[in-house]
Structure formats: C-alpha cells, structure tokens
C-alpha cells in the first residue's frame, strides 16, 4: 500500500504539470528553430553587462534540460563565446525558462515563480562577481583546452543539433515546413533530454511526500526557530539537490513536498536553482573543464544559489509575499473533468502533432542516432 499511496502522488503531481511540459517545449522548440547556435555564439564575445544580458535572455529560449544546457554552454565556449558569458547562458537556461514557471505556479504558487525570476538574474550576477575575482585568464585557457578536446558528457547530439531556419520574417519562419519539421524535432529532443529527470522527480516526490514523517523534515528544516531557518535553508536546500540527483523541471515536484515539510521559502528557491550542481553534472565539468575549473564552477554556483535564495527571502518577507500557509499541490491521483483536465486533452493533441510531424521526418532515427553516437563517445 505504500507503494500504491507514493505511486498515486506522483501520478496526481504529473497530470497537474503535463500540459505545461508540453506548452513550454513547444515554445522552446519554435525558439530554437529560428535562432541558430552559430548566431549564439557570435552574439557572446566577452562578460560586458550587455552581452550577460544577451547571454541571459538566450539562455531563457533554450531547453531545461540541465544535461542539454551544459553540453550547449561548452559547445558555445568552444566556437568562441566568452567563458563567463557561456555560463550565464547556462544559468538562465535552466532557470528563466516558461515552462519551469508555468509548473512552479501550478504547484507552489505565483510567489515561488515570481521568486525564482527575481532571484535568477541575482544569481548571474553573483556568479560574474566571482568569476571577476577568482577566474583567471590562465583558468580559462585550461579550461578550453580541456573544452577542445570533445569530451563527451551528456546530451552532445542535443547541444550540437542545428536545424535553425533562415529568411524571413520569425513568423514565416516558424510556419514553413522546414521551420515547422525543426520545431518537433526540438521537441522530440527536448523531452528526450528530461522525461527522466521528470519522472525521477515525481516518483522521489512521492515517496517523500508519501513515507517520510513532516517531524523529520521539520527538524532537519529547523522549522521551530524560524529565524535560524531564513539562513539555514537557503544552503541546506542545494545540497539536498546535489544528492537527489534530480534535475531540471524534476526538481519543483520534490520542492513542493520541501515546502509542505517545513523548509524556508529561500531555501525552496536555492533548491530549486541547484540542478546544475548535482553529482553527475559536477562530474560532467570535471570532463569538460578539468577538475580545478568544476571546483570553482561547484562553489561559485553554490554561493549563489544560496545567497539569491536568501536575497529573495528577504525581499519577499519586507514586501508580505511569502505564502503563510504550506499548501503546495500534493494531492491523490484522480482525474475529473476540470481546466487541467482540459488544457491536458488539448495540449496532449498538440503534442501528438509535433510527435507526428517529427516521426515522419526522420525525428526518431536522428534521435537514436545521436544517442547511439553518445553512447560511443563515452
């Protein structure tokens, strides 16, 4: 029975975020479709704050995928974008994108979304002051040296696909064939780089939410001194992520049960940013970068993510934002006839569309062709 009660919690969470997935990788396949990786790169030639600005609204276009946006940041650190710049890219690729908002504000609440945008551009700019000050320009030429060699990490047929559509107005673009055909093959790309994070953190959400005690989470949260637990959750909440393993839009189910059992609303968002610091992404820098240059990557991007977690904490408290009651969307799975249970029909047909566009032309066999050509690199 317990089983049954963790598997029907997370069955309940997905049905509540399935037309989400689908809307945000629909619009982040249109995206990709008419912005070429070449342009990204010409586009990030130093770590001035414009081009971080530019660096951050691409990095909002691209996929989730926490593997996805790391392959993609090396590979634009490779055709020559700033080092720094690349990883605000990656940065707010994972962390500005519509779809993670969309599923926050299903399961948090508009205050967790609204957070987390606030609080992303915070932790860019935290991460450049530290790079300014303890990045070297010899770090960085180990590092693209190391870059250089094509080790491979996760995701390279994701980063290196290119099928981006010229000419044109973007509308014209996106509804051509060629835009149309590139668009579901993103897609298609984009869910096979997440249904595993997604699903690893539904069914870890729901055993969570389903067998351990709200004491123990309370305690280890330090719920009972709520002023220790405005500092104490904003650094306890990456390090939980780095050993959930869980990353990308898998992490807001699990931060929905954090919430319910007692951690700070700064350490839900600090959470939630740490799924570019789980163990097999830290061991992914040490493969592109080499170890030294993935320490510093590990411990700027704590630092960060722990500060802008409690900066945002801070603010939303002064400003009588932050949720008083705990009632994130944990429920029993049950499917009645509802706006989710709409938005799902119609979005799943969309879906069915974009599979079935990408399936006869060619979709599926470049997909295992690239995972085949993953799977030999390593």
């Known amino acids: 029975m317990f089983i049954v009660h963790a598997l029907s919690m997370a069955f309940a969470m997905f049905w509540e975020i399935l037309w989400a997935l689908i809307l945000g990788f629909a619009l982040s396949g ?9 342009e990204m790169s010409r586009l990030l030639p130093d770590d001035s704050p414009h081009t971080l600005l530019v660096a ?17 940041a090396r590979s634009l650190f490779r055709k020559g974008a700033n080092f720094t710049a690349a990883i605000a890219f990656q940065l707010a690729s994972t962390n500005l994108v519509l779809e993670l908002g969309i599923i926050m504000i299903i399961l948090l609440g508009w205050q967790f979304a609204a957070a987390e945008f606030i609080g992303a551009p915070i932790m860019v700019g935290i991460v450049v002051w530290l790079f300014r000050r303890f990045l070297t320009q010899k770090k960085v030429q180990t590092a693209k040296r190391q870059a250089d060699k094509g080790i491979a990490g ?8 290119d099928m981006s559509v010229s000419g044109g107005s973007i509308w014209s673009r996106i509804t051509s064939p060629k835009g149309f055909t590139a668009m579901s093959h993103y897609f298609l790309m984009d869910w096979a780089a997440v249904w595993r994070d997604v699903l690893g953190g539904l069914l870890i ?3 969570l939410a389903a067998w351990v005690p709200k004491t123990f989470w309370k305690s280890f949260f330090l719920a009972t001194h709520p002023t220790l637990a405005v500092f104490w ?5 990456p390090l939980v992520a780095v050993v959930s393993f869980v990353c990308s839009v898998g992490n807001v189910p699990l931060a929905a049960v954090l919430w319910n059992s007692g951690i700070s609303f700064g350490g839900v968002i600090a959470f939630i940013y740490a799924d570019l610091i789980v163990l097999p992404i830290l061991d992914i820098y040490r493969r592109y970068y080499t170890a030294r240059i993935a320490w510093l990557l590990a411990w700027t991007q704590f630092v960060s993510m722990a500060v802008a977690g409690l900066v945002v904490e801070l603010l939303f408290k002064a400003l009588g934002w932050i949720p008083q009651q705990r009632s994130a969307t944990i429920a029993e799975a049950h499917i009645s006839f509802n706006y989710t249970t709409v938005l799902n029909v119609v979005f799943l047909i969309v879906g069915a569309v974009l599979v079935w566009r990408a399936a006869t032309t060619g979709g599926f066999a470049m997909l295992r062709h690239m995972n085949a050509k993953d799977s030999r690199s390593r």
């Open 56 to 72: 951050s609204l691409l990095g909002t276009t691209s996929s989730s995928c926490s593997y996805a946006a790391v392959a993609l």
């Open 154 to 161: 996760s995701m390279e047929g994701h980063a290196g696909m």
């Open 205 to 207: 959400a729901g055993a």
């Open 30 to 38: 249109a995206v990709q479709a008419v912005v070429s990786k070449k």
């Open 233 to 237: 959750g904003p650094v306890v909440g």
